[in-house]
Every structure is written in structure tokens, then in C-alpha cells.
């Protein structure tokens, strides 16, 4: 029997030969995608056909009901994988030892700024929430009083990350699925795009914040370190290179809309990992503010996209670094200040 395995949940090829302990799992997306040899989540007893739903949560399941010949198990994503205090992939000792004084390692709790079903609000229709608590209050009315608690609280895992004894692992997937397919058998899902779409992958992190609290698990929590660049952050830079080589304003705004609403992560931190999507963002909405007030503005004038970032991120530090917008360099606009201002003070 193998000692500890670490599932990594992709949707894509990418490069596994350092990871020791990770095995690679392939999930959903079988009809357009070559497999690369990794394990499927389409074999044995599975939910893979509900990828669009469920997200990396299919792989999950697949773990939970198939592997059984593995003392230590966990699940992460391709690029996303837990680390010690030197931001290094954990080592089957470090493992082990944690475990020891610990009953799951995943990451670190995040604190909201405001509720966490307020925030689920904002992004996903309540309804979903809201069903969520009722399915709990039918089938798990134990964990309603620390669900209504919690989830009005600033807290939350995210990820699904995690690292936990086998045993552990399977009651609590049983209690999750228990859980999302009594939700599911409920609702009706009509999302117009693939992120949205996702609802029970979303709504598993607050259960699984939910889970540890209830049951007093002693969670050992750390950092998650975030291995490589989305081939698709990289194609919306490089369409965008093109675009302010062009000086076209207009162009790369539409564009940038465009890509948003059809990826709203793209500007979260795991996604925007360099941050230029973010100075993109600055500089077209610079650009554009500048043209209505008729003046020269900074795409048309630089045409550069490394330019434009270097111009953009030279107006930000200056910015943060002052707290003050007096006395500041002539090559910026009181537009470009204005929006820098707005952005970073």
C-alpha cells in the first residue's frame, strides 16, 4: 500500500516531473481533450459527466470511490499546491510529521471583507445558498447551527485543497456529496457561462470551512503556492500587445470587456499572477479618459505594451510611495494621476 498521494486535478497538460508525490488526474472535457496518459476521472465509479457543475470536485469523487490503496491522501489543483515556511512543495516527511499533530493540512483560512454570504451573493445567484442551507436543515440538521453562524462570518477555505488521512478523507467527501447531490436533485442551474456555471464547487469551500469547524478538526494551515501561468492570461497579454501596438483604445477595451465577462477570475491574484492584467486595466481606462478630455493619450503615444506597463507601474509607485499627488512628473496626464490616485491612495 502506498504511503501518501497527492491528486492533482487538471484540466490541461502540464509539466508533473518534479512533483514526487502528485499524481496527475484529468478531469471532465473527454471529447475535446488528449488525456496525456493521466489518470481519468471518467473510470470506475464517477461523476464525470457533471464536470460543468462540479468543477475539480468530480476528481474528488473519483478519489473517494476508487482509490483504496493509499494511507495518506490529497487533492490540489495543477497549479496550485500547498507549501512550507520556504515556499517549497511538501516532502512525505513534513507530511507525515504535520499529520501527526494535525488531522488535515490544507490552506489557510481567508478573511473576508465582508460575510461570506454576502460576498456569495454579490457573485452567484443566493437562491443557491439559500437551497444549501435547507438541504443541510433536511438531511444534517446538526450542522445548521454552525452553518447559519459561519456562513454569516468573514471566513472561508477556498481550493479544495487538502491533505488527510484516507479514512478522514472518505467521511468527509461522504458528508459533501451527501450533501450536493441532495442540492442538486433541488435546483436548477441556468448560468449563461462556464465559471458561473460551477456552482458546487463553489459552494464545497464554504462546506468544507463548515466541516472543520463542526467538527473541532485540528487543521494544520498553510500557504498555497501557485506553479505556472494559465495558457489563457497569456493569450489575452498577448492580444492586448497587439492591440496597444496598434494605439487602438477602443479595440483593446472592448477586448479587455469581453475577456472579463467571459473569465471574471482572470484578474483574481491565482490567475493575474504577474499583475499586468491589472495595469492593463489602469492603462485603458487611462487611455480612454484621456481621449474624452482631448488629450494625448498614453497607448496611441507609447505604442508599447512593456512601455505601457513600465509607465503605468513607475505613476503607481510614485503614488503609493508620496501618498501625495503634487509635484509629479510632466509626462503624466492629471487623468493618468487622477486614475492612479483613485487605484492606490
Known amino acids: 500500500m502506498a504511503d501518501i498521494r497527492i491528486y492533482a486535478m487538471t484540466h490541461k497538460r502540464f509539466d508533473e516531473s518534479c512533483l514526487e508525490l502528485y499524481v496527475p488526474l484529468f478531469v471532465g472535457a473527454y471529447d475535446k481533450e488528449d488525456t496525456y496518459g493521466y489518470l481519468r476521472d471518467d473510470t470506475g465509479d464517477n461523476i464525470s459527466d457533471k464536470n460543468c457543475y462540479y468543477s475539480e470536485l468530480t476528481g474528488m469523487y473519483w478519489v473517494y470511490k476508487n482509490v483504496k490503496d493509499v494511507d495518506i491522501v490529497g487533492t490540489c489543483h495543477y497549479r496550485r499546491y500547498l507549501v512550507n515556511e520556504q515556499d517549497a512543495l511538501l516532502s512525505a516527511d513534513e507530511i507525515r510529521s504535520m499529520l501527526r499533530g494535525a488531522d488535515v493540512i490544507t490552506c489557510k483560512c481567508l478573511t473576508l471583507n465582508y460575510s461570506y454570504y454576502y460576498g456569495f451573493s454579490k457573485n452567484h445567484k443566493p437562491y443557491y445558498i439559500d437551497n444549501t442551507r435547507e438541504v443541510i436543515a433536511d438531511i444534517y440538521p446538526d450542522y445548521l447551527g454552525d452553518y447559519d453562524r459561519l456562513v454569516n462570518d468573514k471566513h472561508t477555505y477556498f481550493g479544495n485543497i487538502m491533505i488527510m488521512k484516507k479514512p478522514l478523507f472518505d467521511k468527509y467527501a461522504k458528508w459533501l456529496f451527501d450533501i450536493l447531490f441532495e442540492l442538486e436533485a433541488r435546483i436548477v442551474i441556468e448560468e449563461e457561462d462556464s465559471y458561473h456555471r460551477r456552482i458546487f464547487g463553489f459552494i464545497s469551500e464554504f462546506l468544507w470551512y463548515l466541516w472543520v469547524v463542526h467538527n473541532n ?71 480612454s479618459l484621456e481621449l474624452q478630455e482631448g488629450l494625448p493619450d498614453i497607448i496611441s503615444r507609447l505604442r508599447d505594451y512593456d512601455k505601457i506597463i513600465a509607465y503605468c507601474t513607475s505613476l503607481n509607485d510614485m503614488i503609493i510611495s508620496r501618498g501625495s499627488i503634487n509635484s509629479m512628473p510632466d509626462e503624466y496626464s492629471y487623468v493618468a494621476i487622477e486614475v492612479a490616485r483613485r487605484m492606490y491612495n
Request: aromatic share 4%.
Open 217 to 287: 478538526i485540528n487543521a494544520k494551515e498553510l500557504k498555497v503556492g501557485i506553479v505556472g501561468e494559465k495558457i489563457e492570461i497569456k493569450a489575452v497579454r498577448a492580444r492586448l500587445r497587439e492591440l496597444f501596438a496598434k494605439g487602438d483604445v477602443e479595440g483593446a477595451k472592448a477586448y479587455f470587456l469581453e475577456e472579463k465577462t467571459k473569465r471574471p477570475d482572470m484578474m483574481m491574484e491565482a490567475s493575474d499572477i504577474t499583475g499586468e492584467l491589472h495595469i492593463c486595466m489602469e492603462a485603458i481606462t487611462i487611455a
